[in-house]
């Protein structure tokens, strides 16, 4: 007769700790409530993975379940939780807050910042979660006139007599939406196949001057451009205080920068298939090397992520370009 095998709830409790994903979804299900896809969409596995995950922490006794019309809901309450259920999980969050956490492949950072996305959405899309009557006018607004109009309406506040430099402009699409609003753009950059894609792209616009050349010896005049633009740039330059130095140099006095790259993280593997130089920037590091290049009021701001995006969070920093004591402010 074939023996039967004993299981012990203390050691099956315990298993459903041993998976680095499983604790990144108590983490996120300990600050906030959360439906099966919304997981996913933090963690960024498929909803079927996140299943069988959600499974084993609910027979494990670590989360909780509810129904809320089609919906069910997970969430960790840690008062729900036994004395010593509860001091394991305090005890496993404080390590993954730790060094070792983060050697261990722990993405709490950057779970944290797409769960805010992902509660960001969840208000906006009322009809899907909460019926609100102003959700359901941003999903009317949504299917009239797109998802672009706010911010590309927005863009109209730039100053119509700018002359505005994108440095690294790749193909050209920030300098697409730039050129129509501003005086003039210098669209820059070392990779002479990159502008003539952008020359090919913003063939019909009239008021983009090309040019070749590297953000460490930028082959522009002094106080040139009201303004300059750096996006996802930074981090492909080796030393990129040089380059805010050049940037320094373009901007008038009273002009502004705005660089936006990726926070700081930790995929390395960046390094060998894209040529990261840098794995993002800290807002100490990158507000730092604004100052040191002599800009002021320099500003850090994570940006909101895209629940569907499979990259690191992104950051905007801008800072402006000091106006000497003996000068008049800028007119045009």
Request: aromatic content about 4%; charged content about 25%; glycine content about 8%.
């Amino acid at each position: 007769m074939k023996r039967r095998t004993s299981t012990n709830p203390i050691t099956e409790r315990l298993a459903a700790l041993s998976d680095l994903v499983r604790l990144r979804i108590l983490r996120i299900l300990e600050r906030e409530e959360l439906a099966v896809g919304e997981v996913a969409k933090v963690v960024q596995l498929p909803q079927s993975t996140v299943s069988r995950h959600l499974k084993v922490l609910a027979d494990g006794g670590w989360v909780i379940k509810r129904t809320e019309g089609t919906a069910t809901l997970y969430r960790v309450m840690l008062d729900d939780l036994s004395a010593p259920s509860r001091g394991v999980w305090v005890a496993v969050r404080d390590l993954i807050r730790s060094p070792e956490g983060r050697r261990a492949g722990m993405e709490t950072e950057e779970d944290h910042r797409r769960l805010e996305s992902v509660l960001a959405e969840r208000r906006e899309d009322s009809l899907g979660y909460f019926g609100r009557v102003a959700g359901q006018w941003d999903d009317v607004r949504t299917e009239l006139f797109g998802a672009r109009f706010t911010p590309l309406g927005l863009l109209h506040l730039l100053p119509r007599d700018w002359v505005v430099a994108d440095l690294g402009c790749g193909t050209g699409n920030a300098a697409e939406l730039l050129a129509p609003l501003v005086k003039r753009v210098l669209a820059v950059d070392q990779s002479g196949p990159m502008l003539a894609a952008a020359k090919r792209r913003l063939e019909g616009l009239k008021n983009i001057e090309f040019v070749e050349g590297e953000l460490s010896h930028l082959p522009l005049k002094n106080a040139c451009a009201d303004a300059a633009v750096c996006l996802l740039v930074l981090h492909h330059v080796e030393k990129p205080a040089v380059a805010l130095a050049e940037m320094r140099r373009i901007v008038r006095p009273g002009g502004m920068i705005l660089v936006v790259d990726m926070v700081a993280h930790d995929r390395a593997t960046y390094r060998h298939t894209m040529g990261h130089r840098w794995l993002g920037f800290s807002d100490q590091t990158m507000t730092g090397l604004m100052t040191a290049a002599g800009f002021e009021k320099a500003r850090y701001a994570a940006l909101l992520s895209d629940p569907n995006a499979k990259g690191p969070g992104l950051f905007a920093c801008a800072a402006h370009v000091p106006i000497p004591s003996t000068q008049p402010p800028h007119h045009r």
